[in-house]
């Protein structure tokens, strides 16, 4: 029997749903209207993409949002003034700068100059270790996503065997230890795979859920997965100009219990918990004054 597919898009939509009204109560209570700041530098078509979708996300649940567009000839020290400016705007609860930036750029030093309590990316080594020690201020969106599409599908992670492929900072780490904390969508046994694991099927064909995030196309075949697991597929590659994911979506599906497809899979949750995480930093800034 074919794959349940797991709808990104609807539990995303459903997210934003529940979002907006909790937006509109925080509004009313304390007359602040959320607002991010998203910082675009170049003109990556994928990124001015992405920026876009997540204005317009913002818009459709009351949040307000600035977009700061600057040329590719940008300088580290022209940004990291612009990161400054925008860490001490009190009117601006999240910073958000896209990835990826030019290559004269540093971008661990942008990241790490943007303040934490700003940092709605959890991109920032505070934010980091605070998730590492299982009490976070924000989580990170696209392992957060991945964990709210399990929940939302009814797919328990308690006890089950989760392997992870990719080690990113941005996916593969993060999610391991989301999933691995204690508490509900955690309590998992995982296993971070990545480019050096030896015999890297023997590990997949392990997983109850496993989770792609290699960034290389059509790389998880169906003689990689057990029968009846859970496939989530982070992947977005461009190949022969259709949008692929990590997973050979048709021949897995054939086999797992349940899917993501690509796109429509995790990267609507994306944006929907960058927004949740945006909505914690504004509630958080109006009890502390960032400094």
Not at 72 to 81: F, K
């Amino acid at each position: 029997m074919p794959a349940r597919i797991i709808d990104g898009k609807l539990i995303a939509q459903q997210s934003r749903e529940a979002l907006a009204l909790q937006v509109a109560e925080f509004t009313a209570e304390t007359g602040v209207t959320p607002r991010l700041a998203a910082v675009l530098v170049g003109d990556d078509p994928a990124s001015q993409v992405y920026v876009s979708s997540k204005q317009k996300a913002c818009a459709s649940v009351g949040m307000a949002s600035d977009l700061f567009r600057l040329p590719a000839t940008t300088t580290q020290a022209e940004l990291l003034e612009l990161v400054d400016r925008l860490n001490h705007d009190p009117s601006i609860h999240g910073i958000l700068v896209q990835l990826p930036l030019p290559s004269h750029i540093d971008p661990e030093a942008v990241l790490d100059a943007t303040h934490p309590m700003k940092d709605v990316d959890c991109f920032h080594a505070e934010n980091v270790g605070l998730l590492i020690q299982g009490r976070p201020r924000y989580l990170p969106c696209t392992p957060h996503g991945v964990q709210v599409l399990l929940e939302a599908s009814g797919v328990s992670t308690d006890g089950a065997h989760v392997v992870v492929l990719g080690r990113s900072d941005i996916v593969g780490k993060p999610l391991a230890n989301l999933l691995a904390l204690k508490g509900p969508g955690g309590n998992a046994t995982v296993t971070l795979c990545h480019s050096r694991t030896r015999n890297i099927a023997s590990f997949t064909r392990q997983a109850d859920i496993l989770v792609a995030a290699i960034g290389q196309p059509l790389f998880v075949k169906a003689d990689m997965v057990r029968e009846g697991a859970v496939v989530i597929d982070v992947g977005t590659n461009r190949l022969d100009g259709k949008l692929v994911g990590d997973v050979a979506f048709h021949e897995v599906s054939e086999k797992a219990a349940a899917i993501t497809p690509v796109p429509g899979g995790v990267g609507p949750m994306t944006i929907a918990m960058l927004l949740k995480n945006t909505l914690t930093a504004a509630r958080l800034q109006t009890k502390t004054i960032v400094r």
